[in-house]
């Protein structure tokens, strides 16, 4: 309660009792804008660092559009649309990648009625009900953090929850956010946006229709519902295409639009790299991406034979019930070494921050494949 003015809120007229979970269930008030306008502030001080940073090492920073003339030369064109030459030895291509919209009326970049995890934090007002729709790691970080300001919140899933991960530990976080209030929608696909009302926060009729073959995950052939807030978290794709790389003869992935590279993150052209969120095969995580620029750096200047391990990467879902995890999920180290090669130990545990607030024993989980 002593850290609660920090997100937001000013005031608690009452507390109700704690739910499954051991969350505080009541009528908060809380100040949407203030919190936005912390989160804003901070993101200003990093960007204004990184710049000081550079600043401090010669490093010239440009905001600029760039695409690529050949494989030693950039052009760049900046907002007023005058444009330059730059060239070098080395090129990294670290572009990250953009938030994917759906394509169905009301979700079109171009027309939609939905906001991405982007802009959760720039909502110049309250958001109200909220429909998530995905089911990554950042639509339930987000649909935790909501649920936890006491905003109702839905997760609308079209097959499972945190694809790539190990799925009992997958299915106990869905169980702990259910727990907390949050409700999942799952075989759902969203078919169309309308919106109903203006205003702040305005209001949305969602329309989806029900894909599941298995007839146990929902009786419903549609689901209908209105929402003040509807938020895609369905992914990102990486911005390529603007780049003019057949210029530089950089090979991409047709499927997914990402830059092939090898285990040295060496494309395709042997001086151009590319690391992050826009190489193909490498998970997207930004710590992973800094260290692998780090690493980089050095094979390219010191002469440092250190190449990125890209198997056996620490990942955090930050959910009100945080997982956390490293090498093999269960069904992966089952199709690799197949089961009876396999020894899985698993327990249940109660930290001592659990204990005062009685929190159940059973929330929390280690396994070792």
């Known amino acids: 309660m002593r850290l609660a003015p920090s997100y937001g809120f000013s005031s608690v007229k009452s507390l109700m009792k704690k739910s499954p979970g051991g969350m505080l269930r009541g009528e908060f008030e809380h100040n949407w804008k203030q919190l936005t306008k912390d989160i804003q502030n901070h993101i200003h001080s990093l960007n204004w660092k990184f710049k000081v940073t550079c600043n401090e090492k010669k490093i010239e920073y440009m905001n600029v559009f760039a695409k690529f003339m050949d494989p030693h030369t950039i052009k760049t064109r900046d907002k007023q649309g005058e444009t330059k030459l730059v060239t070098g030895n080395h090129i990294v291509v670290a572009i990250g990648g953009r938030p994917k919209y759906l394509d169905i009326i009301g979700g079109r970049e171009e027309d939609a009625y939905c906001i991405t995890s982007d802009d959760l934090f720039s909502l110049s007002y309250s958001p109200g009900k909220v429909l998530v729709i995905g089911a990554s790691y950042i639509a339930l970080e987000c649909a935790g953090f909501l649920i936890s300001l006491n905003f109702e919140v839905v997760v609308l899933v079209r ?3 945190l694809r790539g991960f190990d799925q009992n530990m997958a299915k106990r976080i869905q ?15 969203p078919t169309k946006i309308t919106k109903l009302e203006d205003g702040t926060p305005p209001k949305f009729e969602l329309l989806a229709t029900n894909i599941s073959k298995e007839e146990s995950k929902s009786n419903l052939s549609v689901f209908k519902d209105t929402f003040n807030t509807i938020l895609l978290a369905i992914g990102r794709h990486p911005s390529t295409s603007a780049l003019n790389l057949d210029a530089a ?15 040295a993150d060496q494309t395709s052209t042997k001086n151009i790299y590319s690391l992050g969120d826009c190489a193909e095969g490498r998970r997207e995580l930004a710590p992973l991406a800094i260290q692998s620029g780090k690493l980089l750096a050095r094979r390219l200047y010191r002469g440092s034979p250190v190449l990125t391990d890209y198997t056996n990467v620490p990942t955090t879902v930050y959910t009100p019930l945080e997982y956390g995890c490293i090498g093999l999920s269960e069904e992966d180290a089952i199709e690799k070494y197949q089961r009876s090669n396999l020894e899985i130990y698993h327990t249940l545990f109660q930290p001592i921050e659990f204990v005062l607030p009685h929190i159940l024993p059973q929330t929390c989980y280690l396994k070792v494949n």
């Open 175 to 189: 169980l702990h956010l259910q727990s907390l209030g949050v409700l999942f929608m799952i075989g759902f696909e």
């Open 159 to 161: 097959s499972m929850i």
């Open 249 to 263: 003869n950089v090979k991409l992935n047709k499927d997914s639009g990402k830059i092939i590279v090898n285990d």
